[in-house]
């Protein structure tokens, strides 16, 4: 795991591409990142700077603890400054473990890995699995598994289950969402096909919704953000509830 001033992916309004910590001299205050180049503008102005309230917040943005493009798609889409931290935590179903059990399982040990070593932080974790008659669906291992995974789910439908854990120190927010996603039939010679695009090889179910995969589905009951691996929804009632949005974005 990374120390609390090693370089970092961070991203949002206003931000500066890369954090390196308390060494960097930027901060976040409503959302927004305090950083200059010297030489710049902001460094040749003779105006002193107006004095802090006490009463403004001073926070570091929100740690998101996964390595899935897909999640950091939202994050980047809801404009909320964050901080990159891959944990790496052991994924391996349980023995007769159900989905659901397990995805909050491996969110909260995602969020408790990052937030041991970033104490006084918010760390956001997911974890997403697909389930067939409660099996769990990993990734697939090869073209063949991918094929053999789209056709035992194709015709039917199948659950997608999303758990995420909002963490600081020993405060933690968890939740399960689940999306129910119904397939059209898919052929055999369709599914090796979509298998070959190498698509599937990096997907929970061996399929991505938001990609090619969107020409099987026939619906579904439930977030399409679920499916997606971020609960954006009940993510925004959450932070919402915790007042976190007016510290992260300025929101009212």
């Known amino acids: 795991m990374m120390a609390e001033h090693s370089p970092a992916?961070?991203?949002?309004?206003g931000s500066c591409g890369i954090w390196t910590g308390p060494r960097s001299g930027a901060r976040f205050m409503s959302g927004?990142?305090?950083?200059?180049?010297?030489?710049?503008?902001?460094?040749?102005?003779?105006?002193?700077?107006?004095?802090?309230?006490?009463t403004s917040p001073l926070i570091l943005p929100p740690i998101l603890a996964s390595a899935s493009p897909r999640r950091r798609q939202w994050m980047e889409a809801l404009r909320i400054p964050f901080e990159v931290r891959a944990p790496e935590v052991d994924e391996t179903p349980l023995?007769?473990?159900?989905?659901?059990?397990?995805?909050?399982?491996?969110?909260?040990?995602?969020?408790?890995?990052v937030a041991a070593v970033h104490p006084g932080r918010w760390v956001i974790a997911a974890d997403t699995t697909v389930a067939c008659d409660h099996h769990v669906l990993g990734k697939p291992v090869d073209a063949a598994d991918a094929t053999r995974m789209l056709r035992m789910i194709q015709g039917?439908?199948?659950?997608?289950?999303?758990?995420?854990?909002?963490?600081?120190?020993?405060?933690?927010?968890?939740?399960?969402?689940?999306?129910e996603v119904f397939l059209r039939p898919v052929t055999a010679a369709q599914a090796a096909w979509?298998?070959?695009?190498?698509?599937p090889m990096d997907k929970a179910g061996g399929y991505a919704a938001q990609g090619i995969a969107a020409l099987f589905i026939a619906r579904i009951d439930g977030s399409f953000a679920t499916v997606m691996g971020f609960p954006v929804e009940r993510f925004g009632e959450l932070v919402?509830?915790?007042?976190?949005?007016?510290?992260?974005?300025?929101?009212?």
């Open 32 to 54: 927004q990142a305090v950083c200059a180049k010297v030489g710049s503008p902001a460094f040749r102005t003779r105006r002193p700077a107006k004095p802090m309230r006490e």
């Open 95 to 113: 023995a007769g473990e159900e989905p659901g059990a397990m995805v909050a399982r491996l969110a909260r040990a995602k969020a408790e890995a």
């Open 240 to 252: 919402g509830r915790l007042g976190l949005l007016g510290a992260w974005l300025g929101m009212p």
């Open 156 to 179: 039917r439908s199948h659950q997608v289950h999303t758990g995420l854990c909002l963490m600081r120190d020993g405060e933690a927010h968890a939740f399960v969402d689940t999306a």
């Open 194 to 199: 979509y298998a070959s695009t190498g698509e």
């Open 9 to 13: 992916i961070m991203s949002g309004p």
